[in-house]
């Protein structure tokens, strides 16, 4: 096969007709179930950055030859402004991607993605030993393969790129283990998205081994079958560098008194809709940001000495936490939750407070203090339309923003001592 049509395939010869289409505002071009006799329309994609290509497949070319390319097909494919090719809808024989993928070290392209995909067979990944593509970002969502356990020869062969891989992404791919030889190779892996998947604690641990992982720095677990907090804690503890984690969307069961201690370097921590009834401990003790909405906590007393930023909307609190454990908090979103009122001297310190969706007793220090924080500028979206009393019954219904709060009304001492010193100066004046 020559060089020409290779470097076609690349680009996405897929198997009925169909057509490109470009976007320049936006530098983007799709193509829909391209042909050899809609090739040609590939050209429109020339000016773009981001090239994608849908519906089809390519089995009809596995097992064709396909040559190195020549000085031509080299420039042309340097040539090329494309950084980003999204496949999706696709059949992928194995064996036909490991022989066009080395042609990705001679483009630009840094990012690629498949979607929807189908990988079958088994190729020959003898051709990419010690080969180096400029792709930094790997994404595959809805794709069935097989299972990635027992491949580690095939990988230990893609080392050289690997290695230099920043961001790797799985989702919705099924995924149930992943080899501890993966996280070895992924020296450089700065982001490793697996949601919605079927990991559970047992291939969690063997996922992340010893040296495995070294540079990560975001990790998502999101929508597992994760159920064991300490558990996760355990597996993760041998990251160095991991600094933000999401949890959410799995069962979360907290373990008290767990020794276990997650990495320290750890500042961004999401636990929201972990079906959790209680805070779990420990919690790391460097977070700057937490977040445990969408849970069922009926009470929160932590104590974290660099939070800034604490979420726990859609709880079931009937008191706001105490701040006084976390210094520089300056962030607090206590939306839908079953407070009646804020306290005041707990609040007043923060930049900004989300409480709405709240059932408010509108007395002075209900319906006042809210007020003043919104005053103030405190109070974020949401104010004043979602802040509405529940009681007293003559309130109930109404917007609390539009409660009459005076000074006269709920503090009378602030209004009646001032007077009397008055008073009481004049009458010795008159003396």
Known sequence: LSTQVAAALLLGLLGAEGRCFLNRTQEHCACYNLSEESAGSIVQCLPATV??????ELQSYAALPIRDPD????????????????????????????????????THVQELAFESCAFVGQGDWQQMAGQELPILALRFHEVRSAPLA???????????????LQELTLTSCHVASLPCAIGRLLKALRSLDL??????????????????????????????????????????????????????????????????????SLRIFNLSSAGLDEVPTPLPPSLEVLDMSHNHLHAVDISLSFLKKLFL???VLQAAPSTGNCPMLDTLNLDGNLLTELPWEEVKRLKEVAA??????????????????????????????????????????????????????CHPAAVIVPVCLLLALLGTAGV
């Open 71 to 106: 000085p031509a097909a080299i420039d042309m494919l340097g040539s090329l402004l494309v950084r980003k090719i999204v496949f999706g809808d696709l059949l992928v024989p194995e064996e036909l991607l490991a022989r066009v993928l080395r042609f990705f070290s001679y």
């Open 195 to 264: 949601a919605h998947n079927s990991l559970g604690d047992e291939s969690l641990g063997a996922a992340f081994c010893g040296d495995a992982f070294p540079g990560l720095r975001e990790l998502s677990l999101r929508h597992n079958l994760l159920s064991s907090y300490r558990g996760v804690c355990r597996s993760l503890q041998l990251l160095p560098q991991l600094q933000h984690l999401d949890l959410s969307q799995n069962k979360l069961l907290p373990a008290p008194g767990s020794s276990c201690q997650w990495p320290p």
């Open 150 to 164: 027992g491949r580690e020869q095939d990988l230990s062969l893609l080392g050289s790129w690997l290695q230099a």
């Open 356 to 409: 709405a969706g709240n059932p408010y007793h509108c007395s002075c220090s209900g319906a006042g203090g809210l007020q003043a924080l919104a005053s103030r500028g405190q109070l974020g979206q949401g104010w004043p339309q979602d802040y509405v009393c529940q009681s007293p019954p003559n309130y109930q219904g109404r917007l609390v923003g539009s409660v009459p709060v005076s000074v006269v009304q």
């Open 51 to 56: 090239v994608e290509f849908w519906g089809g």
């Open 313 to 315: 909307s859609q709880n």
